[in-house]
């Protein structure tokens, strides 16, 4: 029997995201994304088609490598101008019921005690539909307007990162019991402080020594995401991620990446299928193959050089303007996005790239595969590629917005549900248990779920001593 496949839609509160140029196309929304309908309609687009959820990436700082400056992606619109994320989420939750979201947000310039305050916030006024999609930062022009001097090394992220879950952790899993809020009209008692626990953190990173701000969210710790294919990042993410991200543009690489993680995951102590993995994928799908490639045509006479060299240099961390548009480029090792330097070096034996090349293959989709054509030649090729990479699903990212994921809904996904490998609808409760069958929380086995019992049963200080003493009558 052929396993489902799962989608969601990749966007990015910026113009054109992963298609440089295609703003300009007549039909392209993505200039609207300062407006919230243009985000309420995209929502109710995706749970139409079913989505499991839309993913949206950010960066903090600009694309600054190409020719050392950021003129390119200023004047093509390269993920600049680039607005917050969090706050499109509660309206695009308002108007859906079953839609989940993943939040980028990157741990490398926020403490963790106001973040995860914030990331509460939203699974509560999501009924517990809130992923984050951890990342370290790669960009170093947001290092610099955050006062470092230069970004910090890429392994040492990392490093960065294991803390900073810590607290977080301990925040959102051990600082409140399970039974702490009563909301005990007639007692007037709100919550037990005997059950509310300071976590007294003192790392090398961060000191915090208090309770979390908030109860318990639905599912206290938001789904898990990470989108970092490097060594070390995929270490991290066979830890602590519960889906992976990745973008690889063929299946030979795809494969060698995901058996690469679900060993990582076993190695970890995890069931290598309690994650799942999402490649990035561009389609271009119509009524028919003539049609989608009709369409593919059209789109491609709006793509911008420039701006795919802006942002492919700012992935890498290479300034493409020092090569020749035809010379083969060959690995150097980079502090930023070090899978991006490995896709197009040396993780794929079979492929040589020139500059060229790779802003042709940016240009509609980033790093991710193209698919152009029609349901059925489409839906082939997604099935394909789950049956011979053993990835989950697919991100799939835009050429046009809403026209893609508009197309994407009306011709895919009735194929796919014909095939008998899409939901037709979704299955009950938060995100975490529509994406995995389970419960809400965290996974007894996830390394997250240990600092449950770590305070609860470590009796790690309440609150106020005179508050205790007042509940003392009280029993639970």
């Known amino acids: 029997m052929s396993r489902e496949i799962r989608l969601n839609a990749f966007d990015m509160n910026c113009v054109g995201h992963q298609s440089p140029g295609l703003w300009a196309h007549p039909r392209d929304r993505s200039w609207q994304y300062k407006d919230l309908e243009y985000w309420t309609d995209l929502a109710k687009i995706l749970e139409r088609g ?15 490598v190409y020719n050392g400056n950021g003129d390119a992606a200023i004047r093509q619109a390269a993920q600049v101008p680039v607005n917050d994320p969090l ?55 947001g290092a610099k307007n955050l006062g470092q001097r230069a970004q910090t090394e890429h392994d040492a992220r990392y490093d960065y990162a294991e803390e900073y879950l810590e607290v977080c952790y301990k925040l959102w899993e051990g600082s409140w019991e399970d039974g702490a809020v009563l909301r005990d009209r007639e007692r007037k008692l709100f919550s037990d402080p005997r059950k509310i626990h300071e976590i007294q953190h003192f790392g090398k990173h961060f000191q915090v020594p208090g309770i979390h701000l908030c109860e318990p969210s ?50 970890a102590g995890r069931d290598p299928r309690s994650i799942l993995i999402f490649n990035l994928q561009t389609v271009i799908v119509d009524e028919t193959d003539a049609k989608a490639k009709a369409k593919f045509e059209e789109y491609k006479s709006y793509v911008s050089y420039e701006g795919a060299l802006a942002l ?33 070096s040396t993780a794929d034996p079979n492929r040589v790239w020139t500059p060229n090349e790779l802003a042709d293959w940016v240009g509609i989709g980033g790093f991710g595969p193209l698919f152009v054509g029609g349901p059925e030649t489409v839906a082939d090729l997604l099935q394909e590629w789950v049956e011979d990479t053993d990835v989950d699903g697919f991100n799939l990212a835009y050429a046009l917005t809403h026209e893609t994921f508009v197309d994407a809904v009306e011709w895919l996904v009735p194929e796919l549900q014909k095939r008998g490998v899409y939901k037709k609808a979704y299955a009950p409760g938060t995100l975490r248990e529509k994406l995995f069958g389970a419960g809400p929380k965290l996974s007894d086995v996830h390394p997250g779920a240990g600092y449950r019992d770590l305070l609860w049963r470590a009796g790690s200080p309440a609150l106020d001593c005179t508050a205790v003493a007042n509940l003392s009558a009280y029993s639970t």
């Open 50 to 64: 079913k989505f499991d959820g839309l993913f949206i990436a950010d960066v903090l700082g600009i694309y600054d």
């Open 87 to 141: 706050q499109l989420i509660p309206p695009m939750a308002l108007v859906t019921e079953h839609l989940g979201f993943g939040l980028t947000a990157s741990l490398s310039f926020e403490h963790p005690y106001p973040f995860a305050r914030r990331l509460s916030t939203l699974d509560h006024l999501t009924k517990g539909r809130a992923g984050w999609n951890i990342v370290t930062s790669y960009l170093e022009s």
């Open 218 to 267: 639905p599912q206290r710790t938001p789904v898990l995401y990470q989108a970092g294919a490097s060594s070390r990042g995929k270490q991290f993410a066979a830890e602590h991620a519960e889906c992976v991200f990745v973008a690889a543009p063929s299946k030979v690489l795809l494969k060698k990446v995901v058996a690469d993680i679900r060993r990582r995951a076993a190695e």
């Open 312 to 344: 492919i240099s700012g992935w890498t961390g290479i300034d493409f303007s020092q090569f020749k548009p035809d010379e083969p480029l060959r690995h150097v090792h980079t502090n930023a996005i070090q899978s991006a330097v490995e896709t197009f």
